[in-house]
């Protein structure tokens, strides 16, 4: 399928790529079309690309299917399962792992990251690894040899050459994701390399062209660190005599394996430098060795202060086992003389065979080394996966540099961030005070022209927000790392514009409801006024009453007999509001939603919200109130909020 498709797609790309960088064609259009011709073939070459991508076909895609079946019956509900059970495909479901596993054993490659979509099915890879271990015997150990390094440096080829396996090799992204392949160990050997089973895990090539910068950092991260951790040895395969293509992926896997809460073995590195023809490479590359090691050290030292693990980790060495002098290697090119008439460099060879050796007997003096079982090798597989997903900050990030950069920003944003929302809330503060204290006259003329200073602060910022602004610029423009900070420059403005416009919106919300809570209280005082006033007329002319009529006043019953009748006819004048019971609820949910910024409003907001029910307040009672508020409200705190709201409404409704 691949051969029959991929030779049309590659013409098209072909033509398209010469289309988006030919200078001469088209001269007699103008410079908006030639701009325009000039997006049309990016789009173009961008869709053709992806057709190639797409129409790229090999056995990984075929047991990618099968995974997903695995797993859709694995996690499917009990319904499901027991449909899909009682039919004729459950035992050729059943039986996919096993034969991933007999592949496996038959020298076939098998996939562990999906290199499309960057992931690993967990549950397949586990089951595909747990048949794997029956087949070979549970108690078997495994070795595992995991190679790292930058697109097109001969990752595959290495591991071809020194194990015999069969990965596929080309220019380009000839491998993507990780895949694994089982060789077995003579008998003979066992007994003295004390594992029976050797695994190498070869991996996609980093910084890879074809992928964006962007979303190439996280993923190139990810999958190093994964290479790293899963590997007892990881080959650092590098182009030339500079280390400067891993030295930042390095870094950022050394933060990584710190911030993870789980505990792994600690790895081992060895590298590996291609193209190297000088045979005294190692003796005169001394200097730049230890320049590496040296600001490996320093990110070491950098991220344990970070996450305040300093007492366990402050070389490179604590995090990745490396021995700089011993587990250097420098190779020459594959090839000796010009094509076509080259052939493989015996040199190459020779080296590759002394790096085999190297790397099948780093642990047999070993006595502290404890080689794994596949199934443990695979629950470590789960739990480094689990870790790499729950890592949101650092894969994101090309080098530590960018990573500590990050950690100053984000601490000096919290202080600007807290400098910000105290002179916001200083000024809050002095205006609902002055709402609070306004006359009932002048309560309308302050409310209006706080609400212009509001809204002309959203327009033209005061002069400590200027301040803080030129604070923020000042600092971008003259920060030592300006080509690291620049980056972030726009985010954290927008950051800080959007904070201010939601807190001067809150603010102008407060004035609002401080303002109507004013509005409220002076019409309940007016009506407590004039009540008193009434009853109190009342009383006097009962009391004048009863004594030109000669009545005792010892009498209490007499009393409260003459009493009662005015009280009830003086209630019966007043008002009763119709409120529907449910609006009480409604309007007390409301209160504490708009409400919650500060507490103080919390508690006026309430009060406001019964005031305006008050009279059927009254009439459906205490209890029921408090039975019908436990339906309508969640949360502890506002409860009891709310409980004293009532009862000290209820002492002035009394």
């Not at 400067?244 to 394996?257: G, H, N, P, R, T």
């Not at 642990?363 to 890592?391: G, H, P, Y």
């Not at 209490?556 to 019966?572: A, G, N, P, Q, V």
Request: aromatic content about 10%.
């Amino acid at each position: 399928l691949s051969i029959t498709h991929l030779p049309p797609l590659y013409e098209e790309y072909k033509k398209w790529h010469k289309q988006s960088y030919s200078t001469d064609s088209h001269s007699d259009l103008t410079v908006e079309q030639k701009k325009k011709m000039q997006v049309n073939n990016q789009q173009n070459l961008v869709l053709a690309a992806k057709n190639i991508a797409e129409s790229s076909f090999g056995i990984e895609h075929i047991f990618r299917e099968l995974g997903q079946v695995f797993e859709a019956h694995q996690f499917g509900t009990v319904s499901q399962r027991y449909v899909l059970e009682s039919s004729l495909d459950y035992k050729y479901i059943t039986s996919f792992t096993m034969i991933a596993a007999k592949l496996l054993i038959g020298g076939h490659a098998f996939e562990i990251v999906d290199g499309d979509v960057n992931h690993i099915a967990t549950e397949w890879v586990s089951c595909v690894l747990e048949s794997l271990a029956y087949c070979i015997g549970l108690e078997k150990k495994i070795f595992v040899i995991s190679i790292l390094g930058t697109q097109s440096t001969g990752k595959s080829t290495l591991l071809n050459t020194m194990f015999g396996a069969r990965f596929p090799v080309s220019s380009g992204r000839c491998t993507r994701g990780i895949f694994m392949q089982l060789i077995p160990i003579e008998e003979e050997l066992q007994n003295r390399l004390k594992y029976d089973y050797l695994v190498i895990l070869d991996t996609e090539g980093l910084r890879a062209p074809e992928l964006s910068i962007n979303s190439s950092y996280r993923r190139d991260n990810e999958l190093a660190t994964i290479a790293v951790g899963l590997g007892d040895v990881t080959i650092i395969n590098m182009s030339g005599e500079g280390h400067s293509e891993v030295q930042d992926i390095l870094q950022i896997i050394v933060f990584a394996l710190i911030r993870m809460k789980e505990s792994y073995s600690k790895p081992r590195c060895v590298f590996v430098h291609q193209n190297v023809p000088d045979a005294h490479a190692h003796t005169n590359l001394i200097i730049a060795r230890s320049h590496l090691i040296e600001t490996l050290d320093k990110t070491t030292e950098c991220a344990a202060i970070q996450e305040k693990k300093d007492s366990f980790y402050r070389r490179f060495s604590d995090v990745i086992d490396f021995h700089p002098e011993e587990e250097v290697f420098y190779f020459p090119g594959l090839f000796e003389g010009q094509p076509p008439h080259n052939k493989i460099s015996t040199g190459y060879s020779e080296r590759a065979s002394m790096l085999r050796q190297y790397l099948l007997e780093c642990f047999s003096n070993s006595s502290d080394k404890q080689f794994q079982t596949v199934k443990k090798w695979s629950r470590k597989l789960q739990s480094l996966w689990k870790a790499v997903l729950e890592e949101n900050f650092v894969f994101s990030f090309r080098n530590a540099l960018e990573v500590t950069s990050r950690f100053e920003l984000d601490h000096r944003i919290s202080s600007w961030h807290s400098n910000y929302i105290k002179s916001l809330n200083s000024w809050k503060s002095n205006s609902l005070n002055e709402l609070f204290n306004a006359d009932v006259g002048i309560l309308e003329e302050t409310w209006k022209r706080l609400t212009e200073e509001l809204q002309q602060e959203k327009l033209t910022p005061s002069i400590e927000i200027a301040s803080q602004n030129k604070l923020m610029e000042h600092y971008f423009a003259n920060h030592v790392n300006v080509e690291i900070f620049s980056q972030w420059k726009a985010n954290t403005e927008l950051y800080f514009t959007n904070k201010r416009e939601t807190h001067l919106s809150k603010m102008e919300k407060e004035y609002l409801m401080m303002y109507e809570l004013q509005k409220i209280n002076k019409q309940v005082g007016d009506k407590f006024a004039k009540y008193r006033k009434d009853i109190v007329q009342k009383v006097h002319l009962l009391f004048n009453e009863l004594k030109k009529e000669g009545e005792s006043l010892k009498d209490e019953s007499l009393r409260d007999r003459k009493f009662k009748s005015i009280w009830d006819e003086w209630k019966s004048q007043i008002e009763v509001e119709n409120t529907e019971l449910e609006d009480i609820p409604n309007h007390l949910q409301k209160a504490l939603l708009e409400s919650q910024i500060i507490k103080f409003m919390n508690v006026f907001s309430i009060r406001a919200a019964l005031i305006q029910n008050t009279d059927c307040f009254v009439a459906i009672g205490k209890r029921d109130f408090h039975q019908l508020w436990d339906s309508y409200t969640q949360g502890q705190s506002i409860k009891q909020i709310a409980y004293f709201v009532l009862n000290d409404n209820f002492r002035r409704i009394r």
